[in-house]
């Protein structure tokens, strides 16, 4: 559909405010039992990361190719009710100006969304998903568009872990009232973090200092990704040495609990890939892939079972290909529909899958900007056969507290 009528200059002036105000009371996101939940009714996340903002482009990629119309019907479609979207502390803290946007099939040239900064569009883009039931997860991805490699952890010499903070209440500034932005993933793969050591570094502490900033005037998750070597991850599984990857260690868990200010926001939000995206040694073991879930067990599927703990574990980022012909792919594939087993075994089925990007490695779901991975999509279907309907609960929440049903 052409999205004309609701573009009219500066993007009908970008208020979210006049989407539903998160304190009306109609949504409260909770993390308890193992579940994250909406209202008290447990959620089926399909989830996509969708990259981009955290580039030069600022702005989701394939934008310069497909109208915003062909990815809101192909997530229709597929039944993705989730989104992450990953961003970087400079954009957060001084915005930039995006990229091409292709118009709509009823628009002219340039595309009405084209005066707008990279942040003003994600303005207009939030309150889109608030119309489609879409649920929003901001993600600090890197520091700056140097990318996820140049940022090791929350700090730099460029930036402190103060300026960090910053940009964290900014984006609580401006999204508290868009009420289907649900959470934050605080920082992306801390490959040179640690887990409390009592370092400047410590992600755990980190973490806790962002949820207290955010916490002033959101009800957000938080998402909380492991470490890479803190504690030491490197152990004997089945035989094999196995080491941790970014964001996959969340061994220090089970010593060192997360400890929010507010009670049920927080969700462990492992990162994990296969062979088609690294070489381990557990990927060879003869027993491949029958001998994955007791490495997955043993970085971060044991938290469900800790005594006390109620905080959701929802993979972040996963994928990779699931057909071809070398041997990294094709065991790539088990590795792939092995992890989906483990996953719906452990009622874990909640996720945010790495990619909806063509130009992504892995690559994503969607291909050449154009055509669609049916057989992933077949895969995440497999995975999540029953995505909430968002739309349903929260308006269900606006008519039990007597507000009006329609939220723009």
């Not at 401006?174 to 932005?181: E, F």
């Not at 998402?223 to 040495?241: A, K, L, M, Q």
């Not at 594939?333 to 989906?340: K, P, R, T």
Request: aromatic fraction near 12%.
């Amino acid at each position: 559909m052409g999205l004309q009528s609701i573009i009219t200059g500066a993007v009908a002036a970008l208020a979210l405010g006049a989407t539903a105000n998160a304190a009306d009371s109609a949504v409260s996101f909770t993390s308890e039992g193992g579940q994250i939940k909406m209202n008290g009714t447990p959620l089926q996340l399909k989830g996509l990361n969708w990259h981009g903002f955290q580039t030069t482009t600022g702005l989701f990629h394939g934008i310069w190719s497909q109208p915003f119309s062909f990815f809101f019907d192909f997530l229709e479609e597929y039944e993705f009710n989730a989104l992450r979207v990953p961003m970087d502390l400079d954009l957060m803290l001084n915005d930039r100006t995006p990229g091409y946007i292709t118009p709509e099939p009823d628009e002219g040239f340039p595309s009405p969304l084209a005066s707008n900064t990279s942040l003003e569009i994600l303005d207009w883009f939030v309150a889109q998903c608030a119309d489609r039931g879409i649920l929003i997860m901001l993600d600090m991805h890197c520091l700056d568009t140097a990318g996820t490699n140049a940022s090791p952890v929350f700090y730099s010499s460029k930036f402190s872990t103060e300026d960090t903070i910053s940009g964290w209440k900014a984006m609580a500034d401006r999204y508290a009232d868009a009420w289907n932005v649900f959470a934050i993933d605080v920082f992306n793969e801390p490959f040179g973090g640690t887990w409390a050591e009592g370092q400047d570094t410590d992600m755990d502490a980190f973490a806790v200092e962002v949820a207290a900033t955010v916490h002033e005037n959101t009800d957000w998750l938080i998402f909380v990704e492991g470490t890479s070597d803190s504690p030491n991850c490197t152990e004997s599984i089945d035989g094999d040495t196995v080491v941790c990857g970014y964001g996959d260690n969340l061994l220090g868990v089970g010593d060192h609990p997360v400890q929010l200010g507010k009670a049920n926001k927080l969700v462990y939000s492992p990162h994990t890939y296969g062979p088609s995206q690294h070489m381990r040694d557990e990927f060879t073991n003869a027993d491949f892939p029958n001998n994955m879930p007791d490495v997955w067990e043993n970085h971060w599927g044991y938290i469900r079972k800790i005594e006390g703990n109620d905080a959701a574990v929802v993979l972040g980022e996963w994928g990779g290909p699931v057909t071809g012909e070398s041997d990294d792919v094709d065991n790539n594939g088990l590795w792939m529909s092995a992890i989906v087993d483990y996953l719906t075994d452990n009622d874990m089925q909640s996720n945010f899958f790495w990619c909806l990007n063509s130009d992504s490695d892995p690559t994503g779901v969607v291909v050449d900007w154009a055509t669609f991975d049916e057989v992933k999509l077949e895969l995440l279907a497999t995975l999540t056969p029953e995505p909430t309907d968002i739309s349903a609960i929260y308006a269900k929440g606006k008519t039990e507290k007597g507000l009006p049903a329609v939220h723009v």
